[in-house]
């Protein structure tokens, strides 16, 4: 019996002969049976139902085509989670998340099957400009977290095999700067509440390590929000810290941020990003935590990684120079250099008038209504070109005066 050359469809057929709990659940269960246990759980099964894999007797061809299969059904299903996240540190898996601002970025980043999509306030110097996070409001952020809310559902819902079941990352807003900071802890709340009831987050990102700042989290966490925590560079204190610079680099606040995440986790944050801080200061805070770090200029002693869109794919690129990039992100594309000879490529095609050619122009009259219209413009020729003359004329005179700078004009 040859084995069905299609993994999926395969999986389906076994599934549906398995007497026990099913393959395909078991499989599919948040990744926490790893591709050797499930083997050796279910290889008289599977030999059974298909002999010549040979499972049992050790066949190590078989094997790797079953393991492949095991990853294939692993990483193709569920909403990820935060339980689910506490679950691949314990298990030494690593977390991915991208900072996303905003619709076709988000749709990219939920058809990489990155575990969770970061909506960040540094949207505000990315997209908006600004120098710093802080000018971003509540209401902007929401617009952010709508428009990437809407990218993963469209993605989502473009997937086209039933048999396979996208990735649903976990989408997390930054609450921007004055939105949470207040001793009316309430005002935190209903902040996070819009943020998940009008942008579609699942959870809520705030910075500081404070006692206040642990108050604050447990309070919104208890009000029903999940939380992730921030320390080290906090972007939005730049006023307070005095610029964008590394944090924890002396014993005595390197223990300090330790003492920062301990607080946070005990107040019920999920998860903690940790900026710019030594590597060993990274891992001492990781190996310290039972929930997961996500680092970003933190080395490789985290949980996990994350990076802004925009940096990664090198969108700030051009070929003559390089924007500023941060000193920790690395480029995994030069998108940049793309945009800018797909525009060249464009303006020059306009110029020469190579663009449009008639396989881009596509709508077009059938013949009779074409004479029917030429018809038509007969009927009032003369009046339209006394029309034409007269603006020629204005313009003609309009572009004398520019010429000459008259209205302080430079060519």
Not at 3 to 29: D, E, G, I, Q, Y
Not at 191 to 197: E, F, G, S
Not at 295 to 312: C, E, F, K, P
Not at 369 to 392: C, I, S
Request: aromatic fraction near 6%; charge should be positive; proline fraction near 4%.
């Amino acid at each position: 019996m040859n084995p069905p050359s299609n993994h999926l469809t395969m999986l389906k057929r076994v599934t549906s002969m398995m007497s026990r709990r099913s393959f395909f659940s078991r499989a599919s269960r948040l990744g926490h049976e790893s591709s050797d246990g499930i083997l050796k759980n279910y290889s008289p099964t599977l030999d059974k139902v298909f002999p010549g894999y040979g499972l049992v007797s050790g066949n190590v061809q078989a094997k790797q085509k079953m393991e492949n299969i095991i990853r294939q059904l692993q990483s193709s299903r569920r909403s990820v989670t935060t339980l689910s996240l506490a679950s691949k540190k314990r298990r030494g898996k690593k977390i991915t998340m991208v900072t996303a601002y905003d619709y076709p970025s988000a749709m990219h980043v939920q058809r990489a099957n990155m575990d969770m999509i970061l909506v960040g306030d540094s949207a505000a110097m990315v997209e908006l400009g600004f120098d710093t996070t802080q000018p971003m409001t509540l209401e902007q952020m929401i617009h952010h977290c709508q428009a990437v809310h809407r990218g993963v559902i469209a993605s989502i819902n473009a997937t086209k095999s039933k048999m396979e079941k996208p990735k649903v990352p976990l989408l997390v807003g930054d609450m921007p700067f004055g939105t949470y900071e207040y001793k009316d802890l309430d005002i935190a709340l209903k902040n996070a509440y819009k943020m998940v009831k009008e942008g579609g987050m699942d959870a809520v990102k705030l910075e500081g390590g404070s006692k206040h700042r642990a108050k604050t989290i447990r309070h919104v966490v208890d009000g029903g929000v999940a939380v992730m925590g921030h320390i080290g560079l906090t972007p939005q204190a730049i006023s307070v810290i005095g610029g964008f610079r590394a944090q924890g680099r002396t014993s005595k606040r390197a223990r300090e941020l330790v003492d920062e995440a301990l607080r946070l986790q005990d107040a019920g944050a999920f998860a903690l990003v940790l900026e710019c801080v030594p590597s060993n200061v990274a891992k001492a805070v990781t190996d310290t935590l039972e929930i997961p770090t996500i680092g970003i200029g933190a080395g490789s002693g985290t949980s996990g990684q994350v990076l802004v869109y925009h940096d990664m794919l090198g969108m700030m690129s051009h070929p003559h120079h390089q924007e500023f990039m941060p000193k920790f992100c690395k480029s995994y594309a030069n998108v940049g250099h793309a945009i800018t000879e797909g525009l060249d490529a464009f303006k020059r095609e306009v110029e020469d008038g190579t663009f449009p050619s008639e396989e881009y122009s596509p709508y077009v009259m059938n013949e009779e209504e074409e004479k029917a219209f030429d018809l038509l413009l007969e009927q009032d020729k003369a009046e339209r070109d006394r029309k034409h003359h007269e603006a020629a004329k204005k313009l003609k005179q309009a572009d004398e005066y520019e010429q000459l700078s008259l209205y302080g004009g430079k060519d």
